[in-house]
């Protein structure tokens, strides 16, 4: 199956998008259904730190670690799943709009199923396709409000 890309525009120069949408810490604030996010200690993010998401997926909550495989500031950002049955991939890119004063955000999934896993990725998709919208337009809606919640 083809990932699943999502492409939203939106009113803040690309060092600030990049910086709010590719902090797993902040993830909880735009990601609908993520519960909690813990993020490997002892380091700032960056190439090869993992962290630990706990999403509500249906009516359970599911924990997955990821491992952060790229970030290229303000541009480009990937992490992928490294445990369980469903392991997410994730890639991000921010580009820049009207000389830097807007950013246009591309994000791409796609999901690698192991085990019992494997017959439940069209189910996984279809909730990641469906909430995935709801979360992109909070994300807009956060950064053009600005406010201590987006610039801490």
């Given at each position: 199956m083809?990932?699943?890309?999502s492409t939203?525009?939106i009113?803040r120069?690309?060092?600030?998008?990049?910086?709010?949408?590719t902090?797993?810490s902040r993830?909880?604030?735009w990601?609908?259904?993520?519960?909690?996010v813990r993020?490997?200690e002892?380091r700032?993010p960056?190439?090869?730190?993992?962290?630990?998401?706990?999403?509500r997926i249906?009516?359970t909550?599911?924990?997955?670690t990821?491992?952060?495989?790229?970030i290229t500031?303000?541009?480009?950002?990937?992490a992928?799943?490294?445990?369980?049955p469903?392991?997410?991939?994730?890639?991000?890119t921010?580009?820049?709009?009207?000389?830097?004063?807007?950013?246009?955000?591309r994000i791409?999934?796609d999901?690698?199923?192991?085990?019992i896993?494997v017959?439940?990725?069209?189910?996984i998709?279809?909730?990641?396709?469906?909430?995935?919208?709801a979360s992109?337009r909070n994300?807009?809606?956060l950064?053009?409000?600005?406010?201590d919640r987006?610039?801490?």
């Open positions: 083809p990932p699943i890309v939203i525009e009113g120069p690309p060092a600030e998008v990049f910086s709010y949408v902090d797993p993830f909880a604030e990601q609908h259904d993520v519960v909690a993020i490997e002892g700032p960056g190439v090869g730190t993992r962290f630990t998401t706990t999403r249906g009516h909550e599911r924990t997955m990821q491992e952060i495989t790229e500031a303000p541009t480009s950002w990937a992928r799943g490294v445990d369980g469903i392991r997410p991939h994730a890639n991000v921010v580009e820049p709009l009207d000389g830097g004063t807007r950013s246009r955000v791409t999934l999901f690698e199923g192991h085990g896993g017959p439940l990725l069209p189910l998709r279809r909730q990641a396709e469906k909430g995935g919208s992109y994300l807009k809606r950064l053009e409000s600005g406010g987006v610039t801490r």
